[in-house]
């Protein structure tokens, strides 16, 4: 890189860095501060707000590797995180494909996929809760009445019904996101593509798979990896329908991580945790920013 032309384009857009710079400090002040006091957190030994405070180096790091617990936290989140990014995917492309289409109402069915969005996460968690409910909850309700189940189950209290009740509710709650960003894809693409294809007489699927799917691969990458981050960061759902439990079947990173920081109060491990969960999204990014970077 030519340093005396990158000075002389700074020089010239001095303006433009000036008003950048506002917002540059304030990134700086609520995500780098942090990160670097967590980072060199994750070095100490640091138990109940500084009771004992020793440098330790990479040995946080070193019992986690050596911790089987760890490595099926790390498989449990990695399996939460792409099954759900997945669902979100596949029924927010069918969504929008839907809605896409000219029908009576159009309009309001696009502003009914809208409310688990706009619905704070905790309060659609504990919504969530009283539906997976085994002696009031609506879903029981209706498997008992169509006689699926001859008896209330308590989706919560299993370890694995209580995984994918979770799972369920994420799904929920980042699928207008989803469709709405397809949808939006969707409209950019040219009309004029699918009418030569009609004219060449192109099957309903051909479309899809040779007009469609292309034109949507660059934004079905970006929505797929804010996905990504937000699913795997995500705390409030699982926090408020399961706490993690039960038997830790839904302990993902995240909430290994509150855990260790305000439960057990080991903020130099729970900074451990955190920087591993950091590192495991940076390099998610990695690979996503590869691809999109092909597709251009």
Not at 28 to 57: C, E, M, N, Q, W
Request: glycine share 8%.
């Amino acid at each position: 890189m030519d340093l005396k032309k990158t000075l002389k384009e700074i020089k010239f857009n001095k303006a433009a860095y000036l008003y950048l710079l506002p917002a540059l400090v304030f990134l700086l002040a609520v995500i780098g501060y942090p990160l670097i006091v967590t980072i060199k957190l994750s070095f100490y030994r640091d138990i109940g707000f500084g009771a004992i405070h020793d440098f330790v180096g990479f040995a946080n790091y070193l019992t986690l590797i050596k911790d089987p617990e760890f490595w099926e936290i790390l498989r449990r989140t990695l399996i939460w995180t792409v099954s759900s990014v997945v669902l979100k995917t596949f029924l927010g492309l069918v969504g929008a494909l839907l809605l896409n289409q000219q029908f009576v109402g159009r309009g309001l069915f696009r502003a009914l996929i809208l409310p688990p969005w706009i619905i704070p996460l905790p309060i659609g968690a504990y919504v969530w809760t009283w539906l997976y409910n085994g002696q009031y909850g609506l879903i029981n309700g209706i498997l008992l009445k169509i006689g699926i189940i001859d008896k209330p189950f308590e989706m919560l209290a299993y370890p694995l019904s209580a995984f994918i009740g979770c799972i369920i509710n994420d799904v929920w709650v980042g699928l207008p996101f989803m469709t709405l960003v397809i949808l939006a894809g969707l409209q950019a693409i040219p009309n004029e593509l699918y009418e030569a294809a009609r004219v060449d007489g192109a099957q309903v699927w051909q479309k899809f798979w040779y007009i469609t799917l292309p034109q949507l691969k660059t934004i079905l990458l970006i929505a797929t990896l804010l996905s990504t981050v937000w699913t795997f960061n995500s705390f409030d759902i699982i926090w408020v329908q399961t706490g993690g439990g039960p038997l830790s079947a839904t302990t993902t990173l995240v909430i290994e991580t509150y855990k260790t920081a305000f439960g057990r109060f080991d903020f130099g491990m729970a900074s451990a945790l955190a920087v591993i969960a950091f590192m495991v999204l940076i390099f998610a990014s990695i690979i996503y920013s590869r691809f999109i970077l092909l597709e251009e």
